[in-house]
T-cell receptor, first 113, second 111 residues
Framework: DTEVTQTPKHLVMGMTNKKSLKCEQH?????MYWYKQKAKKPPELMFV???????INESVPSRFSPECPNSSLLNLHLHALQPEDSALYLC????????????FGQGTRLTVV | TQLLEQSPQFLSIQEGENLTVYCNSS?????LQWYRQEPGEGPVLLVT?????EVKKLKRLTFQFGDARKDSSLHITAAQPGDTGLYLC???????????FGKGTMLLVSP
């Protein structure tokens, strides 16, 4: 299994809603990431988890809250988002060493209305 | 801050043509990856290069890592419409490093 699975694929939410994005991998990777990607731009790093601990938070607003329940799962909890938060949210995982590259999920297309 | 410059930013060619995409930096990277991304999908890892001067081939795609590990190129021979997509290079450091992405090259191959 070389897949990173993200759900849902599409999400529309209001600015007062609470929702969660989910990510799962079964490759035994110990690093997992959340990226945000706007149209025609490269992915921007949001959070990095290594060995289930948050290791990097790229100054992301608190309305985004990551969670790593175990080594295979990564969640991103969303609350009180703004329309400018609409984007493609990508989850990725990698083996311990960054030199081996990262594997990305298909992404969740989020629209905030 | 490590930066990766990709060129060209956009490339529109006819089926059968050859092309080269460049990824350059003033920083040294432990590794460099190339990804292809189609609209609405996540990036797909094509290759990882780790050794200066390394050349890897993936069917019609040839990837090269510069001797000083600061730059890389992707060459596509006889491009096909299925090659259309956003090509991203990304540099990695050591350990549980994050990836530094270039801005991408949007390739359009017309039949």
């Amino acid at each position: 299994d070389t897949e990173v699975t993200q759900t849902p694929k599409h999400l529309v939410m209001g600015m007062t809603n609470k929702k969660s994005l989910k990510c799962e991998q079964h490759m035994g990777h110990r690093a997992m990431y959340w990226y945000k990607q706007k149209a025609k731009k490269p992915p921007e790093l949001m959070f990095v988890y290594s060995y289930e601990k948050l290791s990097i938070n790229e100054s992301v607003p608190s309305r985004f809250s990551p969670e790593c329940p175990n080594s295979s799962l990564l969640n991103l909890h969303l609350h009180a988002l703004q329309p400018e938060d609409s984007a493609l949210y990508l989850c990725a995982s990698s083996p311990g060493q960054g030199a081996k590259g990262a594997f990305f999920g298909q992404g969740t297309r989020l629209t905030v209305v | 801050t490590q930066l990766l410059e990709q060129s060209p930013q956009f490339l529109s060619i006819q089926e059968g043509e050859n092309l080269t995409v460049y990824c350059n930096s003033s920083s040294v990277f432990s590794s460099l990856q190339w990804y292809r991304q189609e609209p609405g999908e996540g990036p797909v890892l094509l290759v990882t290069v780790v050794t200066g001067g390394e050349v890897k081939k993936l069917k019609r795609l040839t990837f090269q890592f510069g001797d000083a590990r600061k730059d890389s190129s992707l060459h596509i021979t006889a491009a096909q419409p299925g090659d259309t997509g956003l090509y991203l290079c990304a540099g990695g450091g050591s350990g549980y490093s994050t990836l530094t992405f270039g801005k991408g090259t949007m390739l359009l191959v017309s039949p």
